[in-house]
């Protein structure tokens, strides 16, 4: 994302008001008053110069008032600014032992093969570690993704399952009209072809050596091969412990809840958001208008690619309001992120 309106550098006495009023917003989703940030984080100031450093942030775009109360909230360029430039990476939490025990445990006994099963395992502990609803988005095309062989099942008439097994243990179904001219005994001739030319290819790989040895063969083959070129998985996208939104009074209005939802379900969209977000990079953190989809605007999300011998396998990720606890969630997802792509990585090694 684009952050250069936040590259401005704030002095060490902004940054610690900044700091202490979004840390206070995020605890009592309440607004910050000068009083608040001396009692409770022992800023070496006045109350008075606290308003005023908090009246000068409001000015720089980094906090609010509202007309309610004389206290200020974040605005997102604040969360952001406190996002950026807080050192997450030392955060403690002895929550983070007992889930990386359980995640190594059950990391420990699984296969590549049980990928969808531990993904869903891992963010269920996640969710009920950080207290948020938590997102899987599985990427389906598998593009990247190596052949380990090619099947056919003969059903009736002039029809036949093809079925692309994938090192991953998905499986890519399609049932197949045999053109004019074959039959059965021809099609288990061209699925033999299609393993001798194709094993342990990347699905990618596997389809520019078909087209690449059928040329000026029949139409038969080249019909097969059309077929291989629409073969695909659907990108999936599953959000768990959704209950947990009702706890933060940011969703108290159902109209919020149900938008966050909608957003949930357009699944396609949501794919094209994530994969931009880890296109080349890491651990990625949306806040509000920059998830850049109706109903996310009053989220953040804290998301983690899944990678393996340079393709993205899909997203974990946490959602919750804007006013979430980036203190404990980032750290979480940082080293849940090391944990699962270095099991991911140990395959590829083998």
């Not at 684009?2 to 902004?14: C, I």
């Not at 029809?159 to 059965?184: D, N, R, S």
Request: proline share 4%.
């Amino acid at each position: 994302m684009d952050r250069s309106e936040f590259r401005e550098e704030l002095d060490q006495k902004k940054w610690q008001v900044l700091s202490a009023t979004v840390s206070g917003y995020i605890r009592s989703a309440l607004p910050v008053g000068s009083q608040f940030v001396t009692r409770s984080f022992g800023l070496p100031y006045s109350p008075a110069t606290i308003r005023n450093i908090m009246s000068t942030l409001e000015e720089m775009g980094y906090l609010t008032h509202p007309h309610t109360s004389a206290g200020r909230v974040p605005t997102e360029k604040g969360f952001r600014y406190f996002v950026d430039h807080s050192d997450f990476e030392k955060t403690e939490f002895e929550e983070w032992s007992d889930l990386a025990r359980g995640i190594d445990l059950l990391l420990s006994e699984s296969s590549l093969s049980d990928f969808s099963e531990v993904l869903s395992k891992v963010v269920e502990e996640v969710g009920r570690t950080s207290g948020y609803a938590v997102f899987l988005v599985e990427t389906g095309t598998l593009g990247d993704v190596r052949v380990v062989g090619v099947e056919s099942v003969p059903l009736s008439g002039r029809q036949a399952l093809l079925v692309v097994i994938l090192e991953t243990g998905h499986l890519l179904k399609k049932t197949f009209v045999y053109p004019e001219g074959i039959g059965w005994p021809e099609f288990r001739k061209i699925v033999a072809k299609l393993n001798r030319v194709g094993r342990f290819r990347t699905l990618s790989e596997f389809r520019d050596a078909l087209l690449s040895e059928m040329e000026g063969l029949s139409t038969a083959w080249d019909a097969v091969v059309r077929e291989l070129e629409r073969l695909g998985g659907t990108p999936d996208v599953k959000l768990f412990g959704a209950s947990r939104f009702v706890r933060d009074p940011e969703f108290a209005r159902s109209g919020d809840l149900e938008s966050v939802f909608h957003a949930f379900e357009e699944q396609v969209s949501l794919f094209g958001l994530l994969r931009k977000r880890h296109d080349g990079q890491g651990l990625s953190v949306s806040i509000g208008s920059e998830n850049e989809l109706p109903g996310l605007e009053v989220c953040a999300l804290v998301s983690v690619p899944l990678v393996r011998s340079g393709a993205w396998y899909g997203t974990i990720g946490v959602v919750g309001p804007v006013r979430m606890d980036y203190g404990q969630v980032i750290p979480l997802m940082s080293r849940l992120s090391g944990r699962l792509n270095d099991w991911l990585v140990g395959f590829a090694e083998e």
